[in-house]
């Protein structure tokens, strides 16, 4: 994990373990539900299952890698939330551009959208027109990258 990225959480408690693939009773990913501090949840797909059955119920802090599906668009609107789709690894999210990470072979866009940061992958193409402060809103499927406790 690049140096810089250490620092972007959100604060959640987790609220459920879904499985999503399993084979003759074995689970190889799931997804889980974290409930954020205003009560919304989402659904972050956790391919590698970091988290753990004894983590439900539990606050932790929280690091999303988001793939966007839709372009990265600006928001007039300046509007800070998250709008989960229905028990799917998806969500709108709106919000402002904290930091641009430039990366290779796609850039990394630190979202804030009120309740914490969210790391979008963005190539080139879709950032140009783009820069830090700007708020934007995006359609964008959520992994877990980091679960730690939360302090």
Known sequence: MEESMKNFFLK????????????????YTQNITVELEDGTKIEVYDPLKRC??????????IRI?????????KNEKRE?????????????????????????????VILKFGLGEIVLF???KQIESLSEKDYVVTSANLYLDE???AK
Not at 88 to 96: F, L, M, N, P, V
């Open 52 to 61: 753990k059955k004894d983590m439900e119920g539990k606050i932790k802090n």
């Open 12 to 27: 959640g408690k987790i609220a459920g373990i879904t499985p999503v693939s399993v084979y003759e009773n074995k689970v």
């Open 122 to 124: 963005a190539d080139d």
């Open 65 to 73: 890698r988001a793939s966007t599906v839709q372009p990265i668009i």
């Open 147 to 149: 679960i730690n406790d």
């Open 80 to 108: 800070m939330k998250i709008i989960p789709f229905n028990k799917a690894s998806h969500a709108d999210i709106y919000g402002y551009i904290e930091k641009i990470l430039p990366n290779k072979p796609e850039n990394l």
